[in-house]
């Protein structure tokens, strides 16, 4: 099994999911296959979604690309929104 990706881990490294945190997985875009580490999130948190900063994304280095989860399930997946500078 591959080992799984962590936004916000250095791009060279593979970072591991850690024991007792809670992961969402990130679908399509930029970050699509990668997880985001949600422990500590409140439900509120979690429908909101979040602007992860990328310069993958359209707009480049300092660029930000949003991922939310589907309205049915604020658990997760969070699915890729679109960029935005």
Do not use: K
């Not at 999911?17 to 969402?24: E, I, N, S």
């Not at 296959?33 to 707009?59: A, F, K, N, P």
């Not at 309205?71 to 929104?81: C, H, M």
């Amino acid at each position: 099994m591959d080992a799984l990706r962590v936004y916000g881990g250095r791009d060279d490294l593979l970072d591991e999911p850690m024991p007792g945190h809670a992961y969402v997985d990130l679908v399509d875009g930029p970050f699509d296959g990668r997880l985001l580490d949600v422990t500590g999130w409140q439900d509120e948190d979690r429908v909101e979604g979040s602007l992860l900063i990328t310069d993958r994304g359209l707009y480049g280095a300092g660029g930000r690309t949003y991922y939310a989860p589907d309205e049915t399930n604020a658990q997760g997946p969070f699915r890729w929104r679109g960029d935005t500078p």
